[in-house]
């Protein structure tokens, strides 16, 4: 039993790290790329680290992750989850274009992926048959809405929507600022401003704590999957900001 529940708490934290970042110019964590580390936790319990990556490359960028079980998980999960998003950068638009997710190393072996084939105007999925959506002005995958989050806050916007693909489905989140806060997260202690984001039709709820000082990057996040759920919780831990 005990095995079990942490196998099942370890299969979602992945979803949930997010982008953090030190000090510095404004709009230059997009510009350049950069690498990071966080410490991901279920309901209090450290469950390992996530690694990410973003390459910019002229007006595409690609965004990868790694999910690394660690501390007590390590026990009883060995499954490694890597992410890897492509997009296109159109000034300060961003076009999603592919998305890919692996789990391996375990007994539960995923190869899944999302194209977003803008030429047919569709979103379209390996898993679940096959399924399509047609794209939205606002559609994106788990890792590159993370990106638009921050840019949609530089932007002074208080109130916005975003259709967010993971390699199963399609869910549109109503988002909106509802305060400012100073958190602690182990990288330090932080201004922010927090961002509520929910999916109206099935109860996923995220909530991102986001610095000004650093492009409204993330630097805190919390999501349930359903009220009352699991909390899943991620936090920095270290960056490397890639020189321009």
């Not at 690694?51 to 501390?71: D, V």
Request: glycine share 8%.
């Amino acid at each position: 039993m005990k095995q079990n529940r942490f196998r099942i708490k370890y299969r979602y934290f992945w979803l949930f790290s997010l982008i953090f970042v030190t000090s510095v110019s404004h709009g230059a964590l997009l510009d350049s790329g950069f690498g990071a580390e966080f410490d991901v936790r279920v309901t209090g319990i450290y469950v390992g680290i996530a690694q990410r990556q973003l390459e910019i490359k002229k007006n595409r960028a690609e965004f990868h992750s790694t999910a690394i079980p660690g501390g007590l998980a390590k026990l009883f999960v060995s499954d490694v989850v890597t992410e890897h998003s492509t997009m296109e950068l159109v000034g300060a638009k961003l076009k999603p274009l592919t998305y890919t997710y692996d789990q391996t190393g375990g007994k539960d072996i995923k190869h899944k992926s999302v194209i977003f084939d803008w030429q047919q105007g569709l979103i379209k999925f390996s898993d679940g048959g096959g399924k399509e959506f047609p794209i939205s002005d606002h559609a994106y995958d788990m890792l590159n809405f993370q990106l638009k989050l921050m840019h949609t806050l530089q932007q002074g916007t208080r109130e916005f929507e975003f259709d967010v693909a993971d390699y199963r489905n399609l869910y549109t989140y109503h988002s909106r600022v509802v305060g400012k806060e100073k958190v602690s997260v182990p990288f330090g202690e932080l201004e922010t401003i927090k961002v509520d984001s929910r999916s109206q039709t099935d109860g996923k709820h995220f909530v991102f704590w986001c610095a000004p000082a650093f492009d409204y990057l993330p630097v805190r996040v919390e999501y349930t999957k359903k009220p009352g759920g699991i909390v899943f919780l991620t936090e920095l831990k270290s960056l490397s900001v890639k020189q321009p």
